[in-house]
C-alpha cells in the first residue's frame, strides 16, 4: 500500500472526497443511541457495535474514515479502535487516526511505532510545531499518511497561528522582543505551510502529491485558499464541516479543478445525524449517517467539480 496512491484511487471510485469521522460520545452526551448503550453496557462492546454499524451502512459511498483517539481513551476503549480499524480495513476503508501527536525526534518516534506497527492505521495526524526533527520519524513510514496541522478550525487558532513571525539571521538568538521596521511578515500558519512544502519536496510523489499533508479548517476559507497555493504538493485534510459550522461552498478553496487535492472530515453531523432529524428512530442511526453522507457528497462533488 501507499497511502496517497489508495486515497487517490478510492476516491475516484467512489466518487467522493468524504471523510467520516468516528467520535464515540456517551455519559449523558446523548449522542450515541441509548439503546446500544443500555442493552450492551460495557464501553468498548458499545462503542465497536456502534462503529461497525456506521461503517456497514456507508464504506459504499467514501475511501476514508478517522476516529480521534481522545475518545477511546476517554472510555478505556483501545480494543474497540483497534477492532474498527480492521473492520474498516476489510471493508476497504482506509484509516486516519487523529492523534495530532509531536514531540522531540526520539520520542516521535515512539508515537510513530506505535501509530503506525501497533495501532496500524494508514495514516496520522500530527502537530508539527516542534520543527523537522519532531515531523521526521513519522517520515520515515514512507508508504503512510501524516497530515501536519496549519490552520485548525477552532475560534482560538488565531491567537498563535494567525500572528505574525519574521526569521531574522541578524538577530541574536538570546533577544526576545525586537523592533521590526519595514520587513516582510508573514503568518505562523502561512510560515508552516512554507515549511511542509520544502519537506515535500524531498519526499516521492504519487499524481503531484506526496505522503504528507495537511489540515486546515473548513470554518477559514480565505486561509484555506492561501494554503492551497503554497502546499502544492499535499492534500489537505478539511475539518469543520456541518456541527462547527461550515459548509460546502467554504471547502472549494482547499481543492485543484479536477476535483483532487482535499478530504472533507465531518464526525457529529454523520454519526450522530439521526438526532437532528425525527424522520429517523435511534434503531435506525446507520442509515440516518448513510443518508447524510450520501446528501455530503452530493453537495460537495456540486462545489469542487466545478
Ligand atoms: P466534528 O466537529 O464533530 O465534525 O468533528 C471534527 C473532528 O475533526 C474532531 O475529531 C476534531 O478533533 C477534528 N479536527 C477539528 O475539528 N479541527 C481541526 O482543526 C483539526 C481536526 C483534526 O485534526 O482532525
Known amino acids: 500500500m501507499n497511502f496517497i496512491e489508495d486515497l487517490i484511487q478510492l476516491i475516484k471510485e467512489k466518487k467522493s472526497v468524504v ?14 443511541p441509548q439503546y446500544l448503550i443500555e442493552e450492551i453496557k460495557e464501553p468498548n462492546k458499545i462503542i465497536i457495535e456502534f462503529n461497525k454499524i456506521l461503517i456497514e451502512n456507508t464504506y459504499e459511498l467514501i475511501p476514508v474514515i478517522k476516529p480521534q483517539i481522545a475518545f477511546y481513551e476517554k472510555y478505556e476503549a483501545l480494543g474497540a479502535l483497534k477492532e474498527t480499524i480492521k473492520f474498516a480495513h ?11 501527536r509531536n514531540d522531540i525526534g526520539s520520542t516521535s518516534e515512539a508515537y510513530a511505532y506505535s501509530i503506525f506497527e501497533n495501532i496500524k492505521v494508514d495514516a496520522c495526524t500530527i502537530n508539527a510545531y516542534l520543527g523537522f526533527d519532531g515531523v521526521k520519524p513519522f517520515l520515515e513510514y514512507k508508504e503512510k499518511g501524516v497530515f501536519a496541522l496549519v490552520k485548525t478550525s477552532n475560534p482560538s487558532s488565531a491567537e498563535f497561528q494567525d500572528l505574525f513571525s519574521i526569521r531574522l539571521e541578524e538577530i541574536p538568538k538570546n533577544v526576545i522582543e525586537y523592533e521590526v521596521e519595514k520587513k516582510i511578515l508573514k ?23 506526496t505522503n504528507l499533508g495537511v489540515v486546515v479548517g473548513a470554518t477559514y476559507p480565505r486561509e484555506l485558499k492561501k494554503v492551497r497555493e503554497i502546499v502544492k504538493n499535499s492534500f489537505i485534510l478539511i475539518p469543520g464541516y456541518g456541527a462547527q459550522g461550515a459548509q460546502a461552498k467554504d471547502i472549494k478553496n ?10 472533507v472530515n465531518s464526525s457529529r453531523s454523520i454519526i450522530y445525524a439521526y438526532h437532528k432529524n425525527r424522520n429517523y428512530s435511534q434503531e435506525n442511526f446507520g442509515k440516518a449517517a448513510r443518508d447524510e453522507v450520501i446528501e455530503m ?10
Do not use: T
Open 19 to 32: 471523510c467520516m469521522g468516528l467520535d464515540p460520545r456517551m455519559d449523558n452526551e446523548g449522542e450515541i
Open 90 to 100: 476489510k471493508r476497504g476503508l482506509l484509516v486516519i487516526l487523529d492523534a495530532k
Open 187 to 209: 503568518r505562523n500558519y502561512i510560515q508552516l505551510a512554507e515549511l511542509i512544502h520544502n519537506w515535500n519536496r524531498n519526499l516521492a510523489k504519487f499524481s503531484n502529491f
Open 254 to 263: 482547499g481543492f485543484y479543478k479536477n476535483g483532487l487535492g482535499g478530504i
Open 297 to 306: 457528497n452530493k453537495k460537495i462533488n456540486r462545489e469542487i467539480m466545478n
